[in-house]
């Protein structure tokens, strides 16, 4: 018996060795699917994720803030390593310099404050006194703002009575004498911090050199890079900036004889690390500070007036003339991270906002912008399979008839 030569697809026998036609519908169904399920799970882990950082907010936490400040103080890290001071030395001058400026703000803030909070159930009728003006002009309000002053000043009488001890000095007393898990999370994240710093030349060149690739060990040394040079120089200038505020108006204070300027400014340097807000809460804090202090309506807001003042300067031209462009970020972005962070870790998060969504933002400029959308659905329901040579397209079949 002869042996048939193979059929010649150029003599007409093409369909002999084709193969059979793809199942387009169950393909597209099998990736509807998948995309459907994967587009589910993302979903319930983006709204799981705030919840189980609140709920973790004893672990999370400490570690978010010594990670933050540890890339923030990685410049002056580097500044010492370059002039040949050991790794773990340099660390742990960088983390005694953080903690003793801590430890000074502290100081003059929580000592002086302690003396203000014992000391307001005796000035409510100071204080009454000062905006009985604005109560007999406005009568309506009178009984509601009585009743209110009278809650407040009957609170704080009985917490004066109960609270006898002595007020924290600095950062370690004020931990101290609070819960252990204070503690514990202060302990934890100075450990971090040290590590972090002290390994921080080995991990970036471990996390660069893991790439198997030139244009990705670049890519992962850029990204690197544009974190820490971008949180370190907003952080850097803000608190440049913040102090010569809180400074400014802790002269001010002074010249017109408000007591404790210096732990005022504090407040007000300390706030101002949170965007719209925090200069609110501050001059509010203020204004109740000159009510407590002077008799006189004026002389009480004047206090309020100044650092509103100085804020306006501050923020229409000192802070674009000195950060520039460089470090704009959108309204509408520092809004819906403050609202988030502030929901989920309080007044430390509402602080961790700003440096958090600088460190997010710059990851994903530097790394590129991912398509879930187009990723999750581009097989799966925006663009059918392609069709192989010879087979029947259905769906061209169904809509011709």
């Excluded at 193969?19 to 990736?31: C, N, S, Y």
């Excluded at 310099?97 to 100081?107: E, G, M």
């Excluded at 007000?268 to 719209?276: F, R």
Aim: charge should be neutral.
């Amino acid at each position: 018996m002869v042996a048939q030569p193979p059929p010649d697809p150029t003599n007409g026998d093409a369909k002999a060795v084709q193969a059979p036609p793809p199942l387009a519908g169950d393909e597209t169904r099998r990736d509807r699917l998948l995309a459907a399920l994967t587009l589910i799970a993302g979903m319930g882990l983006m709204l799981a994720t705030p919840f189980a950082l609140q709920a973790g907010a004893p672990f999370f936490l400490p570690l978010t803030a010594a990670l933050v400040i540890a890339v923030a103080l990685v410049p002056m890290l580097e500044w010492l390593e370059r002039r040949r001071v050991p790794s773990g030395l340099a660390a742990f001058l960088c983390l005694v310099l953080f903690l003793a400026i801590a430890n000074v703000a502290l100081a003059s803030i929580v000592v002086p404050a302690s003396g203000w909070v014992r000391e307001l159930p005796a000035r409510i009728g100071r204080i009454q006194a000062n905006v009985k003006p604005v109560i007999d002009t406005y009568a309506q309000l009178e009984a509601f703002v009585n009743r209110l002053i009278a809650e407040v000043a009957a609170a704080p009488a009985r917490t004066a009575q109960a609270n006898v001890g002595t007020p924290p000095t600095s950062l370690i007393d004020l931990v101290g004498t609070s819960a252990p898990s204070a503690l514990i999370e202060m302990f934890f994240a100075i450990l971090v911090i040290y590590f972090v710093l002290s390994g921080w030349s080995r991990l970036r060149a471990r996390a660069i050199t893991a790439r198997r690739s030139f244009d990705g060990a670049m890519a992962t040394a850029r990204v690197i890079q544009n974190v820490v040079d971008d949180t370190s120089a907003y952080l850097g200038t803000i608190t440049v900036i913040n102090l010569s505020l809180g400074l400014t108006v802790a002269a001010a204070l002074w010249a017109i004889g408000m007591p404790t300027p210096l732990m005022w400014g504090g407040i007000v340097a300390l706030l101002n690390y949170i965007p719209y807000l925090g200069p609110i809460l501050a001059a509010a804090l203020l204004a109740l500070g000159g009510l407590m202090t002077f008799d006189d309506l004026f002389w009480a807001l004047l206090p309020s007036a100044i650092m509103i003042g100085a804020h306006l300067i501050e923020a229409n031209l000192v802070t674009p003339m000195i950060v520039g462009h460089r470090l704009t970020i959108h309204p509408v972005l520092i809004l819906v991270s403050l609202s988030f962070w502030g929901w989920v870790w309080g007044l430390t998060g509402a602080l961790l906002a700003v440096p958090l969504l600088i460190i997010i933002q710059t990851v994903l400029n530097a790394a590129g912008k991912p398509d879930i959308a187009g990723f999750l659905f581009e097989r799966g329901m925006l663009v059918r399979p392609p069709t192989a040579p010879g087979s029947i397209d259905r769906n061209s079949v169904d809509q011709d008839g």
